[in-house]
């Protein structure tokens, strides 16, 4: 399995056949298992084996074909599949961390990744900097002794700043800290975090892996010892498993997974080619642009510029508004990574929490709107988004 090039591992890597021999995987929709003997019983919850279960918030076959499935796409030892997106970053944070801890944050996060660094860590005693993520001075100036886990999106939302994660991993890995990223952005396709340097990787299945906007799911990388010593025991009493029927979507996901984002990003090249220079749009972020301030940087590390742009409107929040009041194709929500092309205006939703000067700070303009490209027709796609920019 180990020589299987991506789209290989996407189809068949951790199959499990039942005695039935099925084609797809297998739903085990059971909250736990039997055993023959009161002495096997025992024997399991001293040690179970490979293909041995207990109790599905401990783990499950359909939930393990995933969780095998993603290790060997990532190139990891293991993997713990979570409830959601939010509980994997949860996890692998607090998992490891305890009061006196101290933590280096690249600041442009997602807002609820932000509420566990800023509000929830401090309330246990972790300290947490936060830094300018393509900054490497700044990184280097925060890092300590006593500096145990860096954290940050690879590439952030939704202004797209892309962090040197090979260089951020050396000099957190110089003071023996873990190297946590968030990986949504820069996605399982194009992203090879582990071997660029990242101890752990933490995903949201809920945008591509499933890319089909059916279910919340997560999912924490790393090594066997880190799943197995640290992330399995606190996720497993904790509460934050994913469900076998969860998993089973995934695994469904993750077949298609390499062709819908290679297209979504193929899309995202053509439409930001497309809008460069039109005067409605005071900026076109996309990192597979040559003007993009780390475009060197996205080309070798991510190989694509991903599957979301970013416009800022040059008319501010009205012409942004009066632009996603007109799309035809595309829709208003807030989920990315979906088959579905999807809008977001983040200064009045995913971001509205943050105040003002903090948005200010992170790029986050009145006129800035989130494109997360879907698999629809490129030329229909291009074309809806200019109508409405002449509508605006
Ligand atoms: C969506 C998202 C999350 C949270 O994932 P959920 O599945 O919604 O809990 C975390 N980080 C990033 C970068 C995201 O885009």
């Not at 830094?131 to 952030?156: C, H, I, N, Y």
């Not at 229909?380 to 002449?390: C, G, R, S, T």
Request: negative net charge; charged residues 20%; hydrophobic residues 45%.
């Amino acid at each position: 399995m180990d020589d299987w090039n991506t789209r290989t591992k996407l189809i068949h890597a951790g199959t499990r056949r039942s005695q039935y021999g099925e084609v797809a995987e297998a739903i085990f929709l059971t909250q736990g298992f039997v055993y023959d003997t009161a002495e096997q019983a025992e024997a399991r919850f001293v040690e179970a084996g490979p293909d041995e279960f207990i109790y599905a918030r401990y783990g499950n076959p359909t939930v393990k074909m995933f969780e095998d499935r993603i290790a060997a796409l990532e190139g990891a030892e293991d993997a713990f599949a979570t409830a959601s997106g939010m509980a994997a970053v949860n996890g692998a944070l607090t998992s490891m961390l305890k009061a006196g801890d101290h933590v280096v944050s690249a600041r442009a996060l997602f807002g609820s990744c932000l509420y566990i660094l800023e509000d929830v860590l401090c309330r246990f005693g972790v300290e947490v900097t936060f830094v300018d993520g393509t900054d490497l001075a700044a990184w280097k100036a925060a890092l300590r002794p006593d500096t145990k886990a860096v954290f940050f999106e690879t590439m952030s939302n939704p202004t797209l700043e892309v962090v040197n994660l090979p260089a951020v991993a050396e000099l957190a890995h110089a003071v023996g800290a873990t190297v946590i990223v968030d990986n949504v952005f820069a996605t399982p396709v194009f992203s090879r975090a582990i071997e660029q340097g990242a101890d752990v990787v933490v995903y949201s299945a809920t945008k591509h892996i499933d890319g089909q906007g059916r279910a919340l799911g997560g999912v924490i990388l790393g090594t066997e010892a880190f799943i197995r010593k640290t992330v399995e025991p606190y996720l497993k009493h904790t509460g934050g498993s994913m469900s076998p029927f969860t998993a089973w979507i995934m695994l469904k996901g993750m077949e298609t997974l390499d062709l819908r984002v290679r297209a979504q990003a193929q899309t995202a090249q053509v439409m930001a080619e497309a809008l460069q220079g039109d005067p409605r749009l005071a900026r076109v972020i996309y990192p597979g642009l040559p003007d993009h301030p780390q475009h060197a940087l996205a080309s070798a590390m991510l190989e694509k510029g991903g599957t979301v742009l970013a416009l800022d409107l040059a008319g501010g929040q009205a012409a942004a508004f009066r632009f996603l009041n007109a799309l035809k194709i595309m829709t208003i929500s807030n989920n990315l990574g979906d088959a579905k092309s999807i809008v977001t205006h983040p200064a009045t939703t995913t971001h509205q929490r943050l105040d003002e000067q903090v948005r200010a700070e992170l790029g986050i303009t009145p006129g800035l709107v989130r494109v997360s490209l879907g698999i629809e027709d490129t030329g229909d796609l291009i074309a809806d988004v200019k109508q409405a920019l002449d509508a605006v």
